[in-house]
């Protein structure tokens, strides 16, 4: 049982550039959501997914889109990457919106 | 400003003593949660506390839940160095709105 598995694990990116961060679950989850992680801050949402075909921004969401390809997976795409953008990303899943989350091992991307 | 706000930001402890750790909030909440994040790794959930709880267990860890002070409480007890790692209290109306604190790292010495 993987539960959530994240790729890649590191990305170096050049600014301008444009890349997709993938994530996938198997537990059956409904919801989904995409965190990302600086040095001295807690998690700030950035999209979450409350159920397969639904999308909606969360605190920082400027910058990034999300597809919820379907009821497994969830990908984020930086389309003109920022040096701002330099964090470790995070998705999570949860069963419901008010159950535990489970988090994939992050992504840390650098934004040159 | 953070909803959450972890307290202390730092905590260094004796192998063998209890760890207490302390989270406080500022708007109506429907859970709180405690996650663990080893160095460089992913969040593991630890306890998720419903606002109508006081107190929940979970093996070592006791969270305390005090909606009229809009605080809560994780306390640690017999620390092990697998404890080593930071902590973080997550409030909010749901999973779709959760405020994360800032997190207590905390150190066990042996």
């Known amino acids: 049982n993987a539960g959530v598995t994240q790729t890649p694990k590191f990305q170096v990116l050049k600014t301008g550039q444009s890349m997709t961060l993938q994530c996938a679950q198997d537990m059956n989850h409904n919801s989904m959501y995409w965190y990302r992680q600086d040095p001295g801050m807690g998690l700030r949402l950035i999209y979450y997914s409350a159920s397969e075909g639904t999308t909606d921004k969360g605190e920082v969401p400027n910058g990034y889109n999300v597809s919820r390809l379907n009821k497994r997976e969830f990908s984020l795409r930086l389309e003109s990457a920022a040096p701002s953008q330099t964090s470790v990303y995070f998705c999570?899943?949860?069963?419901?919106?008010?159950?535990?989350?489970?988090f994939g091992q992050g992504t840390r991307l650098t934004v040159v | 400003s953070q909803q959450g706000e972890e307290d202390p930001q730092a905590l260094s402890i004796q192998e063998g003593e209890n760890a207490t750790m302390n989270c406080s909030y500022k708007t109506s909440i429907n859970n709180l949660q405690w996650y663990r994040q080893n160095s460089g790794r992913g969040l593991v959930h630890l306890i998720l506390?419903?606002?109508n709880e006081r107190e929940k267990h979970s093996g070592r860890l006791r969270v305390t839940l005090d909606t009229s002070k809009k605080s809560s409480s994780l306390l640690i007890t017999a620390s092990r160095a697998a404890d080593t790692a930071s902590y973080f209290c997550a409030t909010g109306p749901s999973n779709y709105q959760l405020i994360w604190g800032a997190g207590t790292k905390l150190i066990i010495k042996p």
């Open positions: 999570a899943s949860s069963a419901q919106g008010d159950t535990e989350a489970f």
């Open positions: 506390i419903r606002s």
